[in-house]
T-cell receptor
């Protein structure tokens, strides 16, 4: 089992550029979650999907952020345009409906916006 | 979801039991207690969860008080690899509300 796969692992970009983060959940998992972690705010849930459908996006900070899940094995989190305050580690996690208590996290993408 | 209160940091000697407390005095009858941990530079990792009975798995034990207002995570024989931030979370375990709200957690340091 490869676990949750995220790419890229590190991203450095300039303010105003578009950034796309990618996630491949564990095969067979029904739920996919995007989190953001910073020193100031800790670990925050941004959005989660159930069977590829967005269920709760109340954590998405503003319209510059968007997330999609076109199929069960792929999701993207896009920031356009990026700003320095978006610098953080972004985690993707997945879980099964029958054991939704246990979320499996990916290694994260460290984003730096200069 | 009920709010939890944890000490900011703790330390424990290697080989000893690490006991991490969590207060959740406003917990509801249908809310579970979950523990996750995050080792530096990694994503959080599920440890254990319980409703009202004590639970044990290969990683840890969870002791929940009879009134369910507090709990303790026990790592029976702490090793240096157990150094991490430990999150106590309370939430309803239904599929329509599967999101986890992480607090600030307890930073556990294991000393040699």
């Amino acid at each position: 089992d490869a676990g949750v796969i995220q790419s890229p692992r590190h991203e450095v970009t300039e303010m105003g550029q578009e950034v796309t983060l990618r996630c491949k959940p564990i095969s067979g998992h029904d739920y996919l979650f995007w989190y953001r972690q910073t020193m100031m705010r800790g670990l925050e849930l941004l959005i989660y999907f159930n069977n590829n459908v967005p269920i709760d996006d109340s954590g998405m900070p503003e319209d510059r952020f968007s997330a999609k899940m076109p199929n069960a094995s792929f999701s993207t989190l896009k920031i356009q345009p990026s700003e320095p305050r978006d610098s953080a580690v972004y985690f993707c996690a997945s879980s099964r409906r029958t054991s939704s208590y246990e979320q499996y996290f990916g290694p994260g993408t460290r984003l730096t916006v200069t | 979801d009920a709010k939890t209160t944890q000490p900011t940091s703790m330390d424990c000697a290697e080989g000893r039991a690490a006991n991490l407390p969590c207060n959740h005095s406003t917990i509801s009858g249908n809310e579970y207690v979950y523990w996750y941990r995050q080792i530096h530079s990694q994503g959080p990792q599920y440890i254990i969860h319980g409703l009202k009975n004590n639970e044990t798995n290969e990683m840890a034990s969870l002791i929940i008080t009879e009134d369910r207002k507090s709990s303790t995570l026990i790592l029976p024989h702490a090793t240096l690899r157990d150094t991490a931030v430990y999150y106590c979370i309370v939430r309803v375990a239904v599929s329509s509300a599967s999101k986890i709200i992480f607090g600030s957690g307890t930073r556990l340091s294991i000393r040699p």
